[in-house]
Nanobody, 118 residues
């Protein structure tokens, strides 16, 4: 299983950050797997953003929920993140990952740096 993030590395403040994760070697519609976005701002801990389940339901971190949308394209094995009204505090390395049994993140993308300019 491989995951690969793609999207712009630089976003202006107040704009929308859009990233896509392309999955190979696995279907994103097979239970029990969820597909998650996490990020790590510089000097800070990993923070989960939200996830989409095998059935297409979404769950978001309450602290980010108002700005977050996760969707999927099952035919292309992709799931996407949109984060609206970004600020420089959204600067981070963004990762997509698969959530397996017992909430273990068993496969990760390599991560993509996104910088929000002020």
């Amino acid at each position: 299983v491989q995951l690969q993030e793609s999207g712009p590395g630089l976003v202006e403040s107040s704009q929308t950050l859009s990233l896509t994760c392309t999955v190979s070697g696995a279907s994103i519609t097979i239970r029990p797997y969820f597909w998650i976005w996490v990020r790590q701002p510089p000097g800070k801990r990993l923070e989960w953003i939200g996830y989409i389940t095998y059935s297409g339901s979404t769950v978001y971190n309450p602290s980010l929920k108002i700005h977050t949308s996760i969707s999927r394209d099952t035919s292309n094995r992709q799931f996407s993140l949109q984060l609206t009204s970004v600020t420089p505090e959204d600067t981070a390395v963004y990762y997509c990952a698969r959530v397996g049994a017992s909430w273990f993140l068993d496969y990760w993308g390599q991560g993509t740096q996104v910088t929000v300019s002020s």
